[in-house]
């Protein structure tokens, strides 16, 4: 594991390199562009912001995807990719923020 001091010169160095450099998923909460980029995993983000506002209206917060089936969240990202194994993440990641994270994303 990289010290923080080494995590921060390599974000000043991307920082350098990219200066306007943006995150093109687009999110409201902490924990949707956690699932964002999970999804993006071998998919386009543009892909992802087209499947995650049905996602999210469907599931609208983190106990909804940790009780959720996950063949169900299979169904709403299935043009993302690797939908099954994305799917078992997303829900298994909720519930452990819940359980262990009181809900948040750890920093």
């Known amino acids: 594991m990289k010290s923080k001091a080494a995590v921060r010169r390599i974000i000043d160095t991307l920082k350098g390199i990219y200066p306007e450099a943006l995150c093109s998923l687009q999110y409201g909460i902490d924990?949707?562009?956690l699932f964002a980029v999970r999804l993006?995993?071998?998919?386009?983000?543009?892909?992802v912001n087209q499947v995650a506002p049905a996602l999210y209206r469907r599931f609208p917060t983190l106990q909804s995807f940790a009780e959720a089936d996950p063949?169900?969240?299979?169904?709403?990202?299935?043009?993302?990719?690797?939908?099954?194994?994305?799917?078992?993440?997303?829900?298994?990641?909720?519930g452990k923020l819940i359980?262990?994270?009181?809900?948040?994303v750890p920093g």
Request: aromatic share 12%; glycine share 8%; hydrophobic share 35%.
């Open 40 to 47: 993006s995993a071998q998919c386009t983000d543009a892909r």
């Open 99 to 104: 359980a262990e994270y009181d809900g948040k």
């Open 31 to 33: 924990y949707e562009l």
């Open 71 to 94: 063949a169900e969240v299979g169904e709403y990202i299935h043009s993302c990719g690797f939908f099954n194994s994305k799917a078992r993440d997303i829900v298994a990641c909720a």
